[in-house]
């Protein structure tokens, strides 16, 4: 397992959970810091910041469960922050990833933020080849740029809140796949507005995960504005917390469609995208 950005000093950059840790179940790999910093490896290229050329794949073997074509992306929602998404080459991705995962076979990446400890883990399961903190726990932003199989997975940092209303700063990723032509964000612990830095590196979005707790990251009409100024096809709500979603969704207007799904999972492809922006609520949500 690849554990990126040097794990190593985790229990001393976050001293809040380093009693629950009870040692990392996993194998330390030292290089990975120096690889993931290595100036002298070309950066995948962004097909979401408008640029045509398209990063080159690692082969992977296709995941068990139904196929996909080589359009297609499937998005199930796990609960809280967690969306496992596959892709046609079989990657598997878990977001916000706190140790559960579904009743799958061990995802092949996984993202995690530290804001509140349901939303990472620090014994990830062995077999999970790539896992990508959103934070850097040596300091400062943490930079992920790699490309699994046929998906290119990059972040974009924000600040966190810290004790006595001061900020920790960059500390949440938000993190973009990128697949099957296919730009897909998931905004992670959000705890402020959005700079026009922030919309310039993320790019365009087709999907967008976003949580609608209304408080324990920012509020709902804020929270609103951000969906809206990232102009994303398909908005997945995440992270509710308790009441209804009836507070977020009556934030926006006839100009956006809503769904509700019967089913947890949904399938999505770039050329079927909605012409107007749908928020759909997966079942679970």
């Keep these: 397992m690849k554990i990126h950005w040097g794990f190593v000093s985790l229990l001393c950059a976050l001293p809040v959970v380093a009693g629950i840790a009870g040692g990392w179940n996993i194998e330390i790999v030292t290089q990975t810091l120096q690889n993931i910093s290595d100036e002298s490896t070309p950066r995948p290229v962004s097909i979401c910041q408008a640029v045509a050329s398209k990063p080159q794949a690692i082969p992977v073997v296709p995941a068990a469960g139904d196929p996909l074509n080589k359009e297609q992306v499937r998005i199930s929602f796990i609960g809280h922050s967690t969306y496992l998404i596959e892709t046609p080459q079989g990657v598997t991705i878990a977001t916000d990833y706190n140790g559960y995962a579904g009743d799958n076979e061990p995802p092949q990446v996984v993202t995690m933020n530290k804001a509140h400890s349901s939303h990472f883990t620090l014994q990830p399961d062995p077999a999970i080849e790539n896992v990508l903190p959103g934070w850097n726990p040596n300091g400062g932003p943490v930079d992920h740029d790699l490309v699994i199989g046929d998906t290119y997975i990059r972040n974009v940092t924000t600040d966190i809140r810290s004790g006595f209303g001061g900020r920790e700063p960059d500390a949440n990723s938000i993190f973009i796949f990128e697949v099957a032509g296919l730009c897909i964000g998931h905004l992670g612990h959000l705890h402020h507005e959005l700079e026009d830095r922030h919309i310039a590196q993320i790019g365009r979005l087709d999907v967008l995960m976003v949580p609608i707790d209304g408080g324990l990251t920012i509020g709902h009409e804020k929270m609103s504005d951000i969906v809206k100024r990232l102009r994303a096809s398909v908005i997945l709500p995440m992270h509710r917390r308790g009441g209804s979603i009836d507070a977020f969704l009556k934030l926006f207007g006839s ?31």
């Design 255 to 285: 100009d956006f469609a809503r769904e509700f799904s019967t089913d947890s999972s949904m399938t999505v492809t770039l050329r079927d995208l909605p012409k107007q922006p749908t928020i759909i609520v997966l079942n679970g949500v």
